[in-house]
């Protein structure tokens, strides 16, 4: 059983990985701004100790780190999905220094606070993967999102950083498994057994992963298909909500990339 936090459970694709997760048998830790939706949404599975919810505005972050050392150490977390967001139709040039600070707190510095503290509080052997929700609308260069856009930017370039300083010159390795032991003991004679030990080593996966996944438009309350259709912006392809949770977690759980931002797009950008 893994202990996943979430961001952004109570609402579209924060909830569906939330439900993803308990539907395999995951605990799940939901750090959200509304404690009743939460309760709404999750009252058997909160009643159960399966979903706990923490109560965090992350539109403000300035207690955020504290917060996560003293609320996640209790739990061992092993995945963690930044999901929480807002969007803002607007031109950057248009857009003040409140607007920006909310945006910037609820994507970016969010996922800052939280990752250094899950890095603090993670054990030597522990293994961990995070993935940040980012948007297709960044690498496009989007003008009608300028700001959402700007933060979700810092987020694919956030990962790259943390994963260079964390893998690189000297990565993490996953540690073998007891059938990879297995069958280096196996093996005749003492250099075979170190040349499989350290041919094993060199293909386990990193400890500590962390991405970030761009969707085109997912059909959540966020992406209001009717708003957008009415203004003529809905010009991007539709991804259905099941396709991006299952992407999520074929990211989470792909032990052999970190500091990547992938597209999901449907191929609408080259
Ligand atoms: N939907 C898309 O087309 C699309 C495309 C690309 C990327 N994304 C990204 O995917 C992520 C999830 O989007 P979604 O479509 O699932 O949106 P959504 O349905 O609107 O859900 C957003 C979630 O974020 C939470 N949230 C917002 N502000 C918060 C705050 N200050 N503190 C704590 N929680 C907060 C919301 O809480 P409440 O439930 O309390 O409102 C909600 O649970 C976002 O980062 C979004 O930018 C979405």
Partial sequence: ??????????SGIGEACARHCLAQGDR???ICRNLDKARDKFAAEIEAGRLVPLHYDL??????????LAELKPYSIDRFIHCAGITLMQKVTSTGHDAMLKMFETHVFALTEIVRALLRLRKPEQELSMV???SISAPALNCTTGAYSMAKASIDYYVRLVNKQLNTPSRKYLPLSEEQLAAVEALEG?????????????????MVRIN???????????????FLQSQGLNTL???PLAVVVQEIFKLLEN????GKSVILDNGSIL
């Fill in 1 to 10: 059983m893994k202990i996943v936090l979430i961001t952004g459970a109570t």
């Fill in 28 to 30: 799940v830790v939901a």
């Fill in 59 to 68: 539109s403000c972050n300035d207690q955020l780190y504290k917060f996560c």
């Fill in 132 to 134: 940040a929700l980012s």
């Fill in 190 to 206: 003492e250099e075979q057994k170190d040349q499989a030990r350290a041919k094993a080593q060199a293909q386990a996966g990193f």
């Fill in 212 to 226: 970030s996944l761009a969707p085109c438009m997912v059909d959540t309350p966020m992406s209001d298909f009717s």
């Fill in 237 to 239: 392809p539709l991804l």
């Fill in 255 to 258: 032990k052999y990339v970190s």
